[in-house]
């Protein structure tokens, strides 16, 4: 068994990382455990930027196997916005019903054959001594112009899923786990850890 600090705040990406790790011979440990844990500015100007940094940084402040994610949406439409300022897209960092409610204002115009957006995901898995290793995984599908759904968090209640027909809100948590950007990047992250699980 290893440990894997999670360097999130966000209890439900935690959540959904915990549900994808079990019985993998990981052991995931949240933020929670590190109440001194540094404040790490995501001033990155691209996913990968974002969780590289925060990867490396809480790995060398914990000493543990850390995992850390940056996660958006782009909207073709608004040239790829709100992007690597998804969480604070109204200006207060994890507000999800004002990120909603911008995005809606936003695309109110938009019509209904052009509201094509992805759910973007990368991950870096870094050690303490300093190596770090990147995977992405993506979603897409399509901007409703209402909320759908009372699971997921974030935008998962605008946005829909064409193959369900359901927003990501809708659908039941192993099923979201499975399709999701967050679960495409970790399906590349499990041989890796399985393999330091293994060697450990």
Do not use: W
């Amino acid at each position: 068994m290893i440990k894997l600090l999670v360097a999130t705040g966000n209890q439900g990406k935690l959540r959904e990382i915990r549900r994808l790790l079990e019985g993998s011979g990981v052991e995931v440990v949240g933020l929670d455990q590190f109440p001194e844990a540094p404040d790490v500015v995501e001033d990155g100007d691209t996913f990968e930027a974002n969780a590289r940094k925060k990867a490396l940084e809480m790995a060398q402040f914990s000493g543990y196997l850390t995992l850390a994610d940056d996660s958006g949406l782009t909207v073709a439409a608004l040239h790829g916005a709100p992007g690597v300022h998804s969480a604070r897209y109204a200006g207060e960092q994890g507000n999800d019903a004002a990120n909603n409610a911008k995005l809606l204002a936003e695309m109110s115009d938009i019509a209904d054959e052009k509201r094509q957006a992805e759910f973007n995901c990368v991950m870096a898995l870094a050690v303490p001594a300093g190596d770090c290793q990147v995977f992405a995984g993506k979603v897409s599908g399509l901007i409703m112009r209402g909320e759908r759904g009372d699971g997921g968090f974030g935008y998962d209640p605008l946005f829909m899923v064409p193959e369900y027909g359901k927003t990501m809100a809708e659908l039941p948590l192993d099923i979201k786990n499975r399709i999701s950007h967050r679960g495409a990047a970790l399906k590349q992250v499990l041989p890796v850890l399985q393999q330091m699980a293994e060697q450990a």
